[in-house]
């Protein structure tokens, strides 16, 4: 949560683009100015005005291409959030605010080396990932590009079909290939997905089984986003598998974000 009084720098975006996946999950599409640059991961500081004139500023993981002409993100909606009950009010026309410059460490240049991408995701923790499979260099880099999206039904399972229409852009076609999607329903038995929590899956083994890829120190790289809780009990299950957490001074192999 952030609950800066006021930004230090700010745009007014206009809003471009909803898409309701349900009620409590959408996606939206604001401008986006020349100047705002990102690195694929990183998330933008979105700020709405409440009734008493006060903003409410909130994060937000970008989930466009770092070329597009807008900047897409993909959203909860807490029904009494201060930022989400607003912002699920909104039309096409409308006005957010935005921080002048994008922020996070959750890029794939945390890692030194590697062979396997494992994107771990609980809820709209996918955000992040969806920007960084329209990076390029994403594609050639990694030999295997691992998506686990876990969520309690597969109606909040978002993106699929355009997560399936990355293989074939033509900016990496020829690395199409390399991309595996995994869905996880904690709450409902779907056929091809799995049904556990992702620590839980991680500590059985049955992730790596499933996907026919096994963890190791030399080639797996790991990416999670989601809940506290989740990062946490999904970070020590990799932790007690030998896997470190990665840093700019000490390339390892794991990065975390929070999705709150
Ligand atoms: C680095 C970072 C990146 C983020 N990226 C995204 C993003 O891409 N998409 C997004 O929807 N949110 C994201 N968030 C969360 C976002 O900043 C807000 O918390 C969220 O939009 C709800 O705002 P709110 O004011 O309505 O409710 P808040 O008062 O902020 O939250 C109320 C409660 O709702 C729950 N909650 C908050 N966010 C989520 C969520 N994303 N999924 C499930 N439950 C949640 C938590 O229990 C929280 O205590 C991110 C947060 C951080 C720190
Ligand atoms: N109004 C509604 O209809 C409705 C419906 C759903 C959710 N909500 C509310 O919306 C908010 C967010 O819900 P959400 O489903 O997007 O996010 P969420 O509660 O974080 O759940 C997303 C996925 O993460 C899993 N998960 C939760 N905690 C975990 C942990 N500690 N470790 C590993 N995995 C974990 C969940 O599994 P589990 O299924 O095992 O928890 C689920 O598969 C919640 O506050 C919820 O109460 C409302």
Request: glycine letters at 8%; one cysteine or more; aromatic letters at 10%.
């Amino acid at each position: 949560m952030d609950d800066t009084p006021d930004a230090p720098r700010h745009t007014t975006a206009t809003l471009l683009w909803i898409r309701r996946w349900s009620p409590r999950l959408l996606s939206f599409r604001i401008s986006r100015e020349r100047g705002f640059r990102f690195v694929p991961g990183q998330f933008a500081r979105l700020g709405l005005f409440k009734e008493n004139g006060a903003p409410v500023w909130r994060a937000y993981s970008m989930t466009s291409a770092t070329w597009d002409e807008h900047l897409e993100f993909y959203s909860i909606v807490v029904p009494d959030g201060a930022f989400t009950s607003r912002l699920e009010k909104l039309g096409v026309g409308d006005e957010i605010m935005i921080e002048g410059a994008a922020n996070g460490f959750f890029t794939t240049n945390r890692f030194a080396d590697g062979r396997d991408l494992w994107m771990l995701g609980t809820g709209t923790g996918l955000a992040p990932y969806l920007a960084i499979l329209q990076d390029e260099s994403t594609w050639l880099r990694f030999e295997r590009l691992i998506v686990v999206h876990c969520a309690r039904v597969t109606e909040d399972l978002a993106y699929q079909d355009e997560i399936a229409a990355l293989r074939d852009h033509p900016l990496w076609a020829e690395h199409g290939h390399k991309l595996i999607y995994q869905p996880v329903a904690t709450r409902e038995t779907v056929p091809g997905a799995l049904h556990a929590r992702i620590p839980e899956l991680v500590r059985d083994g049955s992730l790596e089984a499933t996907v026919g890829l096994p963890f190791s120190l030399a080639d797996s790289r790991f990416m999670i986003c989601g809940s506290p809780d989740m990062v946490r009990d999904t970070h020590k299950a990799l932790m007690d598998r030998g896997f470190r957490l990665s840093r700019l001074a000490a390339p390892a192999q794991i990065a975390v974000e929070n999705a709150w």
